[in-house]
Each structure stands twice: as C-alpha cells, then as structure tokens.
C-alpha cells in the first residue's frame, strides 16, 4: 500500500462532506479489492480508517494539482505505527 491513497474525487469544485468522503473511499477500496473498515476520530479529531491492514487519517480539501487550480479533493494518509 501507498502512504498516500489519492480518492477520485468528481465533484472537486465542491468540499466533499465527511459522507461523501467516506463513500469515495468506500468505492475506490471496493473497485481495487481492499478491505477497509472506518474507525472514527482519533484524539485530534481526525477521521480514521484502515485500509489493508493499514491505518489512515481522512483528509478534505484543496488538492492542487490532482483536481486542477484550487480543486478539492480526498485522501487518505497513512499514519506512523504505533510502538507496542
């Protein structure tokens, strides 16, 4: 797995919803055969979810580059393991 997942995202000129964001990556996890399971908000507020095994935090926003000049977008970034 990557350490950023780039979600398509079509709707990039409005701010995807934490729904909406969820079943973004809902299908992109579906369409590529990763199992995924959300987790909720860690101790910052982030939105988590573990994809393959991994965990990642839920990020909305402006995209330059994937989405065109200002265009918002989705992504999952994956989080540093924690020491057990």
Request: hydrophobic share 25%; glycine share 12%.
């Amino acid at each position: 797995m990557r350490k950023t997942i780039v979600v398509p995202y079509e709707e990039n000129r409005t701010y995807p919803s934490l729904n909406t964001a969820k079943q973004a990556i809902a299908a992109y996890c579906a369409e590529h055969g990763y199992p995924y399971e959300f987790q909720g908000e860690n101790e910052d507020g982030e939105q988590l979810v573990r994809i393959a095994g991994l965990d990642y935090k839920i990020r909305r926003g402006v995209h330059i580059g994937q989405s065109g000049p200002g265009g918002y977008g989705i992504s999952c970034i994956e989080l540093p393991k924690k020491d057990k």
